[in-house]
């Protein structure tokens, strides 16, 4: 007997690419069930070869679901998955609003995936921040060799961490540019069309905007609270795939053939790294694909013990899609849960 298993914001990029990767994986669903907000009612949406109805939030009984992807924003989340762990089932929650929640388990399966046990506290397990989620895949077996002391990283956000809004506001300005026509900027704070932004959410009163806090203390829950960390986020106009360029400094000493042999057999990470014109992966290219991708690793000279990686990733699927899925399968996986129609 398989689950049942809701996806809550399924017209959304996230929401829809949950239903993707569902599908991809062959996960052990014997139905699957799309909601959404009631304007959303009727909305036609993809599972694999069969096309699912959008149902209401606010109407559904949640009594036999085993498992909630959640991928609806904060402000439904705080509101709902409370009800919906009440309900029996397990909530997978992408947004922001519980990661930081000491009773809810904050994870990336290829980096802490026994900490999983904690979500009967709540009935809830958070999903990192899509930036985040790549960082700590890359760092973990790093940091299992030479503990890691400090990071700087400097992110290229595509848009589509932004919502399909942004996508479409992209499009459309640099359509305008082509075609002489006005550039109007609504979801970001300047054009975003051949032009980078160094802002990801709103600012906090250091200076530091809300993502860059979001990867600082997102990555020592996750990995290591020692571990000292300083962000810069920056939009970039490209629609998917974010990359980051991370500079480590470590406890021992590591070189660089050493982390790449490391990388190279780590779970989740794929290293394409030749010192040659185009030997790396750009966000074009990891768009569509599971992996972490690896590469410019390098020797920092300007610290002892130091690294230089270049790190990319499809951030709506490990970013987010695929990584709640993983955490529903590391459920699965480890007899955490057991269909409910099953155990009836």
């Not at 990555?219 to 571990?227: G, R």
Request: proline letters at 4%; a neutral charge.
């Amino acid at each position: 007997m398989g689950y049942k298993v809701a996806v809550v914001g399924a017209t959304g990029n996230v929401g829809r690419e949950m239903l993707n990767m569902l599908a991809e994986l062959e996960f052990p669903a014997d139905e699957v069930v799309a909601l959404a907000s009631r304007k959303s009612m009727g909305v036609e949406a993809s599972y694999g070869d069969k096309i699912l109805k959008v149902k209401a939030l606010d109407h559904f009984d949640f009594s036999d679901v085993d498992i909630c992807l959640m991928s609806a924003g904060s402000t439904v989340s705080k509101e709902w998955s409370p009800k919906i762990a009440a309900q029996g089932a397990v909530v997978i929650d992408n947004s922001s609003c519980w990661r930081m929640d000491p009773d809810v388990p904050l994870i990336v399966p290829e980096v802490n995936a026994d900490a999983v046990v904690g979500f009967r506290k709540k009935g809830i397990i958070a999903n990192p921040n899509c930036s985040t989620a790549q960082l700590v895949v890359a760092l973990k077996p790093l940091h299992d060799k030479a503990r890691i002391k400090r990071v700087v990283v400097s992110t290229y956000q595509s848009v589509s961490g932004a919502g399909k809004d942004a996508m479409d506001e992209l499009f459309a300005q640099t359509k305008a540019v082509f075609t002489v026509g006005e550039v109007t900027s609504k979801k970001f704070p300047k054009r975003i069309a051949f032009n980078v932004i160094p802002q990801v959410d709103a600012f906090m009163e250091d200076g530091y905007t809300k993502e860059e806090w979001k990867m600082v203390v997102e990555t020592k829950k996750i990995l290591d609270p020692k571990i000292k960390l300083t962000a810069t986020c920056v939009r970039v106009p490209v629609f998917v795939g974010h990359s980051e360029a991370v500079n480590i400094e470590f406890e021992q000493p590591i070189s660089a053939d050493e982390a790449r042999n490391i990388l190279r057999n780590a779970p989740g990470c794929l290293v394409i790294d030749k010192h040659e014109d185009g030997g790396y992966v750009t966000p074009y290219e990891s768009a569509g694909e599971d992996a972490t991708y690896i590469s410019r690793i390098r020797t920092d000279p300007t610290v002892d013990n130091g690294l230089v990686l270049w790190v990319v990733s499809d951030n709506l699927r490990k970013g987010a899609a695929l990584n709640a899925v993983q955490i529903a399968e590391c459920l699965i996986n480890r007899k955490l849960i057991e269909a409910k129609r099953k155990a009836a």
